[in-house]
């Protein structure tokens, strides 16, 4: 029995193959499960696939807790999710060679991570929405694709670690219906909306492991299907790595889709149509198919022989001295420069949504009031899938830590909801209003939790929909206690923290300032405190489009778009997707279109800061296309920049338009360039007037005519 596969200098492809060649039948299939088994005479240790890095390394001891996902989304920068993720995967690697060196090769010790979540946020209710980067394709394609970059590095010979987008595909609820749904979606809303995200994730990212979706898609389970595993994935998107069935999605195909009629068909039907590994055990019953004749012992090679060359491309089979992802230090988990980042990167999601002129506060107020469910409570703070950090901010920490020469008074105000609850609510908001009576301001921290938007069911919420949410209003008497506090006349500042939309109509007609804070980190609250003072402007933009409420929205479990999000939405929002306020103000001029050749364009315009702070801000491309009978959206995102801006500086930017950007999908999911006039917006919100109102400015556009149509192959 040679064993060519330790030899590094023999090809990956030679190595895997001849390993592979030495295996039992058995053995094969012991590695097809994501806790797979060692296997001594072939020098294999023990491996556990799943690991989690959504927003930090997850689960595994203490780790930088960065601001959960939708929030690094509202930051609208390429350049920090790179370096977030980045610092992600440090920690990854410093954590797992150091459970090596103590023999632990349990869960969450791995080097396969099963982030991001890239689907797409079509509706609010949606328990984990605040897992992906928010409602637009666009948005969400550039976010994940820095993600998957900075957590595999750029070696030319290993990974530093496999990133996983998931959940492939056309899956974003209903939870406690997920393990039996089956999502209708045409072709060209799968291609529009859906796809986009995976395929520059894999094409321009280069992730080299995708995770299938529990639901079924157009009446095929997506963790089986051979359209959206072989025939899209593979065929089209030319995906090389391996395939990971989100957990005991394989056993859902019999129990519940009933679409097979036993575990040993189940388990077939996934591995023949592409899915190589099972989180999960239904994969064992691989053997009871071989023996029955539905799969073949060649066809398991094909899956167990893409799984080892992700463990030999991570450098498992090497000597650790020649990786140099195992040389990163395991001081650096959740170091002092890493937290900082996490702060700035907190700093750069935060949402100002009104301000009528009192923010920024002076930090010498003689009395403040913060109140509110979420004013001091940390669990808030890290969302879900998250480390364990070793230090916290809430929010009215921070602000005691900023305005140390004013006396803080704090009171909880109300609870997030009324049930289980020992205090009474009528004491607690009376007093929260005598606190707000004596002190020169109040801040009420209001909003939800991951344990009211999760994913399926949580006992303790059960009213809340099994993880989803059954309207967006705030819960509990969070609403009432902003209706007695405005009574009292004095200044009034609302910080919403949530991973979703909430309507927040009554905040907007009662408080003097509205800042959405996501679930910002363990240290949000001294990056909340830092944009309260001044010391920085916030600069973060919505990733979802903030409804008035339910009654704009179509039924939950309808996936066709044709009125929810920007791109289809027909009324006026409480607040649109994009939109966010900084502490400056903005002049937009000088647009200019440069013809590079018969279908793409270079346009070029300059923006000023024309108000007294130096700030970031987001500035936008839309394009509209010209006019079909086909339903389009009104217009779409199709680039951003967060740019820096000095006092009075001024900048002269541009955006390159190129076919993808121009194209349009028709009603059988081709990519078409339309004929005719398109518009091209620019500004730091969407090109609509409701968005001009609220800017107080009006959109820069330019239009171009393409005179012939074309198909093109994106």
């Known amino acids: 029995m040679k064993k060519t596969y330790l030899d590094e200098h023999k090809s990956f492809e030679e190595r895997v193959n001849n390993l592979v060649s030495l295996m039992s039948l058995e053995e094969k299939v012991s590695q097809m499960i994501h806790f797979s088994k060692e296997i001594k005479h072939l020098d294999i240790p023990a491996y556990t696939w799943w690991n989690e890095a959504l927003h930090g390394v997850a689960r595994?001891?203490?780790?930088?807790?960065?601001?959960?996902?939708?929030a690094l989304a509202a930051t609208f920068d390429e350049d920090m999710?790179?370096?977030?993720a980045s610092i992600i995967s440090d920690e990854t690697r410093a954590k797992h060679h150091e459970f090596l060196r103590n023999n632990d090769t349990g869960i969450y010790k791995g080097l396969t991570m099963w982030s991001p979540n890239i689907n797409i946020f079509r509706d609010p209710r949606w328990g984990r929405g605040h897992e992906t980067y928010g409602e637009d394709p666009f948005l969400t394609a550039r976010m994940g694709v820095n993600f998957v970059k900075g957590m595999q590095g750029d070696n030319k010979k290993y990974f530093k670690t496999i990133a996983t987008p998931?959940?492939?595909?056309?899956?974003?609820?209903?939870?406690?219906?997920?393990?039996?749904?089956?999502?209708?979606?045409?072709?060209?809303?799968l291609r529009e909306t859906y796809l986009p995200a995976f395929k520059d994730c894999i094409e321009e990212g280069g992730a080299y492991s995708?995770?299938?979706?529990?639901?079924?898609?157009?009446?095929e389970a997506?963790?089986?299907?051979?359209?959206?595993?072989q025939s899209i994935l593979r065929d089209e998107f030319k995906f090389k790595g391996f395939i990971v069935s989100d957990c005991h999605a394989i056993c859902d195909l019999h129990l519940h889709h009933k679409l097979t009629a036993s575990a040993a068909e189940s388990a077939a039907l996934a591995v023949k149509n592409g899915c190589d590994l099972n989180c999960g055990t239904t994969y064992n019953s691989l053997i009871d198919a071989y023996k029955e004749g539905l799969i073949t012992e060649g066809e398991i090679d094909i899956a167990v022989k893409r799984l080892f060359m992700g463990r030999f491309k991570l450098g498992m089979f090497d000597k650790e001295s020649d990786n140099p992802y195992s040389k990163i230090p395991y001081e650096l988990n959740d170091c002092q420069a890493h937290?900082?980042?996490s702060v700035k990167t907190a700093e750069k999601s935060i949402v100002l949504l009104k301000n009528n002129g009192i923010l920024p506060l002076n930090k010498n107020i003689k009395k403040i009031a913060v109140v509110g469910p979420n004013a001091d409570k940390r669990d808030v703070l890290l969302a879900n899938y998250y480390g364990i950090p070793s230090r916290y901010s809430t929010i009215l920490e921070g602000i005691i830590e900023k305005f140390s020469n004013s006396e803080i008074m704090y009171s909880e105000g109300c609870h997030i909801v009324n049930k289980n609850v020992r205090d009474d609510e009528t004491t607690l908001i009376s007093e929260a209003v005598s606190l707000s009576n004596i002190c020169d301001i109040t801040i009420i921290v209001t909003g939800i939790n991951s344990q009211i938007e999760g994913e399926e069911a949580d006992e303790?919420?059960?009213?809340f929909g099994g993880g989803d949410r059954i309207d967006i209003e705030l819960p509990g008497n969070q609403n009432k206690l902003i209706s007695e506090i405005k009574k009292t006349g004095k200044p009034l500042i609302v910080i919403n923290l949530s991973g979703s939309a909430i309507a927040l109509n009554n905040a907007n007609e009662s408080a003097d300032a509205i800042i959405q804070g996501w679930y910002p980190g363990s240290l949000g609250g001294k990056a909340i405190a830092n944009i309260l003072c001044g010391d920085v402007s916030p600069s973060?933009?919505?990733p979802v489009t903030f409804y008035k409420s339910i009654n704009q929205l179509p039924a939950f479990s309808d996936y066709e778009l044709t009125t929810q999000t920007y791109r289809y939405m027909k009324e006026n929002p409480l607040f649109p997707f994009g939109f966010g306020l900084t502490y400056s103000d903005f002049d937009f001029s000088n647009i200019n279109l440069v013809k590079l050749d018969d279908y793409s364009y270079k346009v070029t315009f300059n923006v000023k800061n024309i108000g007294t702070y130096a700030t970031s801000n987001v500035i936008q491309m839309y394009i509209k296309t010209p006019t079909t009978t086909i339903k389009s959206p009104k217009y779409q995102l199709k680039g951003f920049k967060n740019e820096f801006f000095n006092i009075n500086e001024e900048k002269e930017l541009s955006f390159i338009v190129d076919e993808k950007a121009m194209s349009f999908i028709d009603n059988n999911g081709k990519r078409i360039i339309l004929k005719g006039e398109h518009t091209l917006f620019i500004n730091d919100g969407q090109p609509d007037e409701y968005t001009s109102q609220l800017y107080n400015r009006k959109n820069l556009k330019v239009t171009f005519t393409i005179d012939s149509p074309k198909y093109i192959n994106y």
């Open 222 to 229: 997506c963790c089986a299907s051979s359209t959206l595993l």
């Open 460 to 463: 303790r919420y059960p009213e």
């Open 210 to 219: 995708i995770m299938g979706a529990y639901n079924r898609t157009n009446n």
């Open 166 to 189: 998931k959940h492939y595909v056309v899956h974003s609820g209903p939870e406690k219906d997920r393990h039996h749904f089956n999502a209708i979606v045409s072709q060209k809303d």
């Open 81 to 84: 999710m790179f370096k977030v």
């Open 60 to 70: 595994a001891g203490t780790a930088t807790v960065f601001p959960q996902a939708i």
């Open 540 to 542: 973060g933009k919505l």
């Open 339 to 341: 937290r900082n980042y």
